[in-house]
């Protein structure tokens, strides 16, 4: 099989490789073809890879390319996880929102929305290149804002695009090694959008054992979504939050957090070391990639656990890796045709009462060689249809006005988003991106 990363000369390719190299059944990754717009990051990141494959047998073989069309033709799936404006627009994302008095978060609130207005347009394009040139592969989005991007790119490949992310999965081996159980033998009564959802179940044996774990102080302390948003609140909800509905639920904290140094600011600035250091030392490209990783994973969401004084990411969690064992495992099932269920983005139908029916949700689904089928799910109570609700009238929204280049939809957006707090402060958040992010400005000339 051959596989094409878009975004190719990104930090979390290696991720990926390393787990085709892990990957021995039939049939396998053969090929990776790494597509990106900078030479000089795919090189870099060749490096890391031709020292990951050392030792290996067999290893899949490694293109490079700046053609995506180069990169697409014959390719049996598609990882997605491109950046449109790189980091620096990142810090924008964050930065304007922030000067603005609002949550400064890459994918939730008006960062969030920049990141997906400025994208749609690219990942839409793309979407076009993958029915021209492979319209057979199976496209898994990774892109940001996950949701959002993958409801655009459908309008061109239907259900032949799925968008993934490991926030869920984390969470329910998390709240499973709490109670301590088989992580194999439990079912997640899990649903929302892509980083906006809840576990509100777990079934084990034929029993809910989530109220168990609510109830369980010293067992809840060791869920990091619970330190984060605390024991009292998510007994109040009855559920356990995606670790992004902090931004939420604590929007003050999270305000007051991102005073300092972004998460865009630190990882623009890391990333700036590593790709230097491989350029003067390409011979040890791998021993960089993996200090850089390492202080990556331990900083990740630092500023608001340490507003939460939720503590120190846990060393189980640093271990178990993320969304390259998704994007695989659902690669795998649908290549081979193993039988799976995971949470995935797809398209609602009636799987989630209450939401569009081709709104993009986060919902658990069965998985094999025929493709991915939505598993319907509980009615939600108010306080957490809701917030989809609105959320997903805002990702809508978005979508409409990047594909339309129309201002007034895309104040709309920001201005309809529950984390924007007025109609003019809405349009001053997409007068400041345009100032500041030009691949917005693009979209939205004036």
């Not at 400025?118 to 076009?128: D, F, G, L, N, S």
């Not at 990882?267 to 350029?279: G, T």
């Not at 983005?345 to 069965?366: K, M, W």
């Not at 249809?385 to 957006?413: P, W």
Request: net charge negative.
């Amino acid at each position: 099989m051959r596989l094409a990363v878009l975004g190719g000369g990104g930090f979390r390719v290696p991720l990926v490789y390393g787990a085709l190299l892990r990957d021995t059944a039939k049939p396998r990754v053969e090929e990776v073809v790494l597509y990106d717009v900078s030479p000089e990051r795919l090189e870099a990141i060749s490096h890391v890879l031709r020292g990951q494959a050392a030792g290996h047998d067999d290893p899949p073989r490694v293109r490079v390319t700046t053609d995506l069309d180069e990169a697409l033709t014959g390719a049996d799936f598609v990882f997605s996880a491109i950046r449109v404006g790189g980091l620096a627009g990142r810090t924008a994302d964050e930065r304007v929102a922030l000067e603005l008095g609002l949550v400064g978060q890459e994918t939730t609130g008006p960062g969030g929305i920049a990141y997906g207005l400025r994208t749609v347009p690219v990942a839409v394009r793309v979407a076009e290149r993958v029915a021209a040139r492979a319209p057979k592969a199976w496209v898994i989005n990774f892109t940001n804002p996950a949701g959002m991007i993958t409801e655009a790119m459908r309008g061109v490949l239907g259900d032949r695009v799925i968008g993934i992310c490991d926030s869920p999965i984390g969470l329910i081996r998390r709240a499973t090694g709490a109670l301590g159980l088989d992580p194999a033998r439990v079912s997640p009564d899990y649903v929302g959008l892509n980083h906006l959802g809840w576990l509100r179940g777990l079934q084990h044996d034929g029993r809910d054992v989530l109220p168990d774990l609510l109830a369980d102080d010293a067992a809840l302390h060791r869920v990091e979504e619970a330190r984060l948003l605390g024991p009292d609140w998510v007994r109040v909800l009855g559920a356990l939050p995606n670790e992004y509905l902090y931004y939420y639920y604590f929007s003050r904290q999270a305000v007051a957090a991102g005073a300092g140094r972004t998460r865009g600011e630190a990882l623009l600035e890391q990333q700036e070391r590593f790709y230097a250091a491989v350029r003067e030392r390409p011979e040890d490209a791998l021993n960089a990639w993996r200090l850089a990783r390492k202080e990556r994973d331990e900083s990740y969401m630092a500023e608001a656990r340490e507003a939460a004084d939720a503590g120190e990411r846990s060393a189980e969690d640093l271990e178990a890796g993320g969304y390259e064992g998704i994007a695989l495992a659902l690669m795998a099932a649908i290549s081979r045709g193993e039988p799976s269920t995971m949470i995935l983005n797809v398209r609602n139908g009636s799987a989630v009462p209450g939401l569009p029916d081709d709104a993009v949700v986060e919902i658990p689904c069965a998985v094999d060689g025929s493709g991915v089928r939505p598993l319907a799910t509980r009615p939600l109570p108010g306080r957490f249809l809701g917030l989809m609700q609105q959320v997903k009238e805002v990702e809508q929204t978005a979508i409409q006005a990047a594909l339309t280049g129309s201002s007034r939809l895309a104040v709309a957006a920001f201005a309809l988003h529950p984390l924007v707090d007025s109609v003019p402060t809405a349009h001053k958040l997409l007068d400041g991106y345009r100032a500041r992010i030009p691949e917005l400005a693009a979209v939205f000339p004036g």
